[in-house]
């Protein structure tokens, strides 16, 4: 289901107008390299927030709130809200918009201002949800710092690229599933969860948005391999993803034939790619590399593949 702009009033929340007043007001003109794309639709955060299963007791960290539009509608629904703001003046503004809108709930609202890729604590209580429009052209790093960062997170629900969304939540043998998909089932079931369109957001995307949720995993996957040498796996057999994995993985193990061996031992097929392997298959080849295996140089920091015909820059 796709969303549309509504005449409906907004109430404490931001209509188009507001936006577009907030935006004059600062002087602030939504940039690609920042990918701002401020959504202009009350009906779409409040649908947001509600796909999100926000509970008054949560705790909600939301990543890049622009101008506030989700901000708000998270605040009326969650016990306390902190965003994670990189940009100077949007960061400067927002706690106002928050105390001129919803004044009764803004001593439950704290900003940090800073790159959520380099955020490493929060302030207040440990935030129990992740609710936010990420940035089209960062929305993968960011989603996989933030599950890494804070344990307590134990769901999300992210508006990313539809084709990021697709990717996201691709299960084994789609041809959209890679290195997104595999490391976010690390952390959680993730399934795809809405479409929004592209006209409530001003400015209008060139793209489609998909809303994703991610419910973490009740216990941690079990395992002897420590995180980043099943992520260097994963890295290796998408890097050359058309390849079997006794020679994708030839690098990684130190050669063809030790690949091997360690696939064997892991009850995976040699011939098999890695479009086909569950997180579960390339934690056993993890498991089962040979002590001493070469020094392969994948350090698991490869987080996100563009869409074939998607802009590198990103679109917001």
């Known amino acids: 289901m796709s969303s549309s702009p509504t005449t409906d009033d907004p109430g404490p929340l931001l209509g188009p107008a507001d936006i577009r007043e907030?935006?004059?007001?600062?002087?602030?003109?939504?940039?690609?390299?920042?990918?701002?794309?401020?959504?202009?639709d009350a009906n779409t955060v409040r649908r947001i927030v509600r796909t999100a299963g926000v509970r008054p007791d949560d705790v909600v960290v939301e990543v890049g709130p622009g101008?506030?539009?989700?901000t708000l509608a998270l605040l009326e629904?969650?016990?306390?809200?902190?965003?994670?703001?990189?940009?100077?003046?949007?960061?400067?503004?927002?706690?106002?918009?928050?105390?001129?809108?919803?004044?009764?709930?803004?001593?439950?609202?704290?900003?940090?201002?800073s790159d959520a890729m380099r955020v490493a604590e929060l302030p207040g209580p440990a935030p129990t949800a992740l609710v936010a429009n990420l940035p089209y052209n960062v929305a993968v790093p960011v989603l996989l710092h933030m599950l890494a960062a804070f344990p307590t997170i134990e769901r999300s629900l992210v508006m990313v690229q539809a084709e990021v969304a697709d990717r996201l939540a691709a299960q084994p043998g789609s041809k959209v599933y890679g290195v997104p998909s595999v490391k976010a089932a690390w952390y959680a079931d993730v399934k795809r969860a809405g479409s929004i369109g592209r006209n409530v957001f001003w400015p209008a995307p060139n793209v489609d948005s998909g809303l994703v949720s991610l419910v973490r995993r009740a216990e941690p996957i079990r395992t002897t391999a420590a995180k980043r040498d099943v992520f260097a796996v994963v890295d290796a057999a998408f890097a050359q993803r058309r390849k079997t994995l006794r020679a994708a993985l030839s690098g990684w193990a130190g050669s063809a034939a030790a690949a091997e061996a360690a696939l064997r031992a892991a009850g995976v097929s040699p011939q098999a790619r890695g479009e086909s392997l569950t997180i579960e298959e390339f934690i056993a080849i993890a498991e089962h590399k040979a002590p001493g295996g070469g020094g392969d140089g994948w350090t698991g920091s490869r987080t996100y593949e563009p869409a074939p015909d998607a802009d590198p820059e990103g679109d917001r």
């Open 22 to 40: 907030l935006a004059a007001a600062l002087g602030v003109r939504p940039t690609k390299q920042r990918g701002q794309n401020f959504v202009i």
């Open 77 to 113: 629904a969650a016990d306390r809200v902190t965003a994670v703001e990189i940009d100077d003046v949007l960061a400067e503004a927002l706690p106002a918009t928050v105390a001129a809108r919803l004044p009764e709930r803004a001593d439950r609202f704290e900003l940090v201002h």
């Open 67 to 70: 101008l506030g539009s989700l």
